[in-house]
């Protein structure tokens, strides 16, 4: 295997083990099961976001569904 051919190595996101990026790498770019399900959970928790400007609820909520816009 030449040097130009072989694969991405990434870092995975929950515990920083390498990881090459192929299409065998089920998880990628997590290690694991493990590491990926982890990182939903910390997303379901919130304890991950996106930077940017919160939503504002919009006042006209249907049958007390809130309504989010932009």
């Known amino acids: 295997m030449s040097a130009s051919s072989q694969p ?3 870092s995975c996101p929950t515990c920083k083990a ?3 990026w192929l299409p065998e790498q089920q998880f990628r ?4 099961e493990r590491c990926k399900l982890i990182d939903l ?4 928790m ?3 976001r996106i930077p940017g400007e919160p939503l504002e609820e919009d006042e006209g909520d249907i ?3 809130i309504i ?3």
């Not at 770019?29 to 694991?32: A, E, G, N, R, T």
């Not at 959970?41 to 379901?44: L, M, N, R, S, Y």
């Open 8 to 10: 991405l190595i990434v």
């Open 29 to 32: 770019p997590f290690c694991s």
């Open 18 to 20: 390498p990881v090459a």
């Open 46 to 48: 919130e304890e991950k």
């Open 41 to 44: 959970g910390e997303w379901a």
């Open 68 to 70: 989010w816009r932009p």
């Open 63 to 65: 049958d007390g569904q």
